[in-house]
């Protein structure tokens, strides 16, 4: 009897509808994010994401459809993100049937949010997203991580979808997150979002290290063995991923069948 | 048709275990008003966030909930499972319904074990003939996210988990019920508890 590691898929959603996966083999309306949450449901998911990066606020009330109708159908932990700023919005979310916010440039900005959403709905349901660069410019004050080539460098938060930097050291705000309140870490390196070379080791394992609550790892798988990877060396908790998925690379199934054959425990 | 009533006292996201209810056959009504709470043939206590604040806001419908016990089948879920028990450590010390003997407690530290117990684990069956479990596998894999759990003795213990310590994952009293994972949220064995909870009422 053990904890299973996870595996999520994660939808981006503009207007209600999936941006990726088009291509998604199988289903004649593959655009729209319930029936493909549906079918990762099938496939064996532990959870599912929506992204909103729909622009406008006044077009919330298409992700609360959305999210009411994959509550009725999924049966399976749902978190939502993207452009939740206040109470009212994570209330409004989950109200709809998420399971789970996801709170990533409104948490940098006001890091209050974390701690107030986890006194009005548990920490359970706060997930900090951080996004992260590798910087090389000294910084004193950063904690320093080495990476393979045996140079070091420290990691800083971007938000707004990855254009600002922020001057943040990501291991320290993960760790301030936890303080807060969040009860997950969903962790996207800029260096290897969609470069399917593999998850960003050095700092997903740095900050798994560094925090006592979940981490996931997110950006760049592109093979089975970089899955095996993310668990085995970069000590995450769960696996995030969209094209792989999306594109019909791979089943979720498919890859959990790979993963036990490593050793490493999934529920299937 | 019977009955079930799922207490809404604000703690949010009712609806997939609305669903999965009605998916098993019942009429669900998604109240606070203590008239139609005891007028139900079953009711559902949800329950998601911290023990105190939960318990706060159920306020005057605790009394509804333990009189109703008496008479229908009771379920709660994860926090609502807590709440059925006699105490918690969560942020103080604090009194609970006191419908199953037994206390909420904090998962010790350990190294190597993250806080909250958050993913897929499985159950062991400790109480395989209980209708609750009737068709569930041994070794079924459920969707827990908790930070605290019960403690309470095996009599009253229907599965079991293992994270960092052995935990009754799944209680009952006669016809109270309360399970730590989120059976709305664990696929076809979720809908399956679901479906034979809606069974007894």
Not at chain 1, 106 to 129: I, K
Request: hydrophobic share 40%; proline share 5%.
């Amino acid at each position: 009897m053990v904890l299973t590691r996870r595996i999520i898929p994660c939808l981006d959603l503009k207007d209600g509808r999936v941006v990726k996966g088009t291509n998604f083999v199988g289903l004649r309306d593959a655009g729209d994010p319930v029936e493909l949450a549906g079918r990762y449901n099938e496939q064996g998911a532990d959870e599912v994401v929506f992204l909103d990066i729909t622009a406008s606020k006044e077009k919330r009330g298409i992700i609360i459809d959305v999210i009411q109708r994959a509550a009725d159908q999924l049966f399976l932990p749902l978190t939502v993100g993207g452009g939740l700023k206040s109470l009212d919005d994570i209330q409004q979310i989950l109200r709809a049937g998420a399971d789970k916010v996801s709170l990533n440039t409104s948490a940098v900005h006001d890091p209050s949010l974390l701690t107030r959403g986890a006194e009005a709905f548990g920490t359970q349901c706060m997930v900090c997203a951080i996004d992260v660069r590798r910087n090389t410019t000294p910084n004193e004050k950063a904690i320093p991580v080495s990476l393979p080539d045996g140079s070091t460098c420290w990691y800083e938060v971007v938000i707004y979808g990855g254009s600002k930097p922020t001057g943040i050291d990501a291991v320290a705000w993960a760790k301030e997150a936890e303080e807060r309140g969040a009860g997950e870490i969903l962790l996207t390196s800029m260096e290897t979002d969609g470069t399917k070379n593999g998850f960003d080791i050095p700092i997903t394992a740095a900050i798994s290290d560094a925090v006592g609550i979940p981490v996931v790892a997110s950006g760049g798988v592109g093979t089975l063995e970089h899955f095996y990877d993310g668990f085995k060396n970069g000590k995450a908790d769960a696996c995030l991923a969209a094209s792989v998925f999306h594109y019909g690379e791979f089943t979720v199934k498919e890859v959990k069948e790979y993963l036990r054959g490593r050793g490493i425990p999934v529920r299937l | 048709m019977t009955q079930i009533a799922i207490i809404d006292y604000g703690v949010g996201n009712l609806r997939s275990v609305m669903r999965g209810l009605e998916k098993a056959g019942a009429a669900i009504v998604v109240t606070c008003d203590p008239e139609e709470i005891a007028a139900s043939d079953g009711i559902v206590l949800p329950g998601v966030g911290a023990f105190r604040e939960a318990m706060d806001k159920l306020g005057t419908l605790q009394e509804v909930v333990i009189q109703s016990s008496r008479e229908v089948p009771l379920l709660g879920i994860c926090l609502g499972m807590q709440m059925l028990l006699e105490t918690s450590e969560e942020h103080g010390f604090h009194k609970g319904l006191g419908l199953i003997p037994g206390n909420v407690k904090r998962f010790p530290k350990m190294a190597g074990f993250k806080v909250p117990h958050m993913g897929w684990n499985s159950l062991t069956l400790e109480k395989p003939d209980n209708p609750l479990l009737a068709g569930v596998r041994p070794d079924e894999s459920v969707y827990f996210v908790h930070s605290y759990y019960a403690d309470t003795t095996p009599e009253y213990t229907l599965t079991t988990t293992e994270y960092i310590c052995p935990f009754a994952s799944a209680v009952f009293r006669g016809n109270v019920y309360g399970v730590q994972f989120h059976p709305e949220k664990s696929g076809a064995a979720g809908l399956k508890m679901l479906e034979n909870f809606t069974g007894m009422v």
